[in-house]
């Protein structure tokens, strides 16, 4: 289908990356301005109901904060890790719409949630935010007594380079013999950092995010190209995807990462682990941020929330059929 028609008059004022960032503090400062001030124009306000604080936790070679946001109600509750988005060099879990996104999901489906500020590009390259975000996975593992969670019923999510990290979260976690993750919930995701899929040409201009932006942005990721085949880089690359957790995938039409999202997907269910795509049909990357005047955001958000009451609901109740 065409691009959504509501849409149409923000792409003129989506702008590329700088051809070149220098300062990247001073970036990182412009750009969380520009998000946390365009967010009361698109996003619909947090839900009231869940509490938030903040825990700083130790990875090699420093601390990173963790932002936990728990429900009402009496636990123990399911747990989200949720990883942001950025590009690998920004976003924050301090972002306004970080804050709402993570209520939204603790007191639209009964689970504590919790994310993690790990460590930007190109200060900290592959696979520093990696590591950080495993690290905060066993935290969350290790403190479900402090959390009011359950330790059997935790699902990881993410964002754009947020769900690339945690599809590279959950593959690590099943090779360390790590936690046991009951779903990986990836929206827009960026599977294989080679870019090769054929979306990077379809939707390579004139939808906000470029195939330009991310072939820049991995410039500031990876220490060396031939790292993009590092499986922790390019999940869809792994040579065995078997023992993974359900996966639930969704991409939007007009994104350069679209066709991520089903490869992945495909080659998930011929390892044997249970996967879902969804296919935002007219939408683009930074679709899911835009609920207050977009129907397809709502609706988009709507099925994340049944994804994940879905899978709550067959751990609890495992003779439950999905839904979907």
Not at 154 to 180: F, H, M, Y
Not at 264 to 289: D, K, M, N
């Amino acid at each position: 289908m065409p691009v959504d028609p509501i849409l149409v008059p923000f792409l003129p004022g989506m702008l590329p990356l700088p051809e070149e960032i220098d300062d990247f503090h001073a970036f990182r400062t412009k750009e969380d301005q520009a998000a946390n001030a365009f967010v009361d124009q698109i996003c619909e306000p947090a839900p009231p109901g869940a509490v938030r604080r903040e825990v700083q936790i130790p990875v090699d070679g420093g601390t990173v904060a963790l932002h936990i946001f728990t429900p009402a109600g009496p636990g123990p509750h399911p747990v989200h890790f949720y990883i942001h988005g950025g590009g690998w060099v920004g976003g924050s879990i301090h972002h306004t719409y970080i804050d709402i996104l993570c209520s939204e999901r603790a007191v639209g489906a009964d689970c504590v949630v919790v994310t993690v500020e790990y460590r930007k590009a190109p200060e900290h390259k592959f696979p520093t935010g990696l590591n950080d975000c495993y690290a905060a996975l066993l935290w969350v593992a290790e403190h479900t007594d402090e959390l009011g969670a359950r330790a059997d019923l935790i699902t990881i999510g993410g964002g754009s380079a947020g769900a690339n990290l945690a599809a590279a979260v959950a593959l690590k976690a099943r090779d360390e013999d790590g936690p046991q993750l009951a779903l990986q919930l990836l929206e827009v995701p960026a599977l294989d950092l080679t870019l090769s899929a054929p979306s990077h040409q379809r939707n390579a201009t004139g939808y906000g995010l470029t195939a330009n932006d991310i072939h820049k942005l991995l410039g500031y990721y990876l220490a060396s190209p031939e790292q993009a085949r590092h499986p922790y880089a390019s999940p869809l690359l792994a040579d065995d995807l078997t023992g993974l957790p359900p996966a639930y995938i969704l991409s939007a039409e007009y994104d350069p990462l679209c066709d991520d999202g089903p490869a992945y997907t495909r080659r998930l269910t011929e390892a044997g682990v249970p996967a879902t795509f969804s296919l935002q049909e007219g939408q683009i990357h930074v679709s899911p941020a835009m609920t207050k005047i977009l129907p397809a955001a709502r609706a988009w958000r709507e099925e994340v929330l049944t994804a994940l009451r879905n899978t709550h609901q067959q751990a609890t109740h495992p003779q439950v059929t999905d839904a979907n």
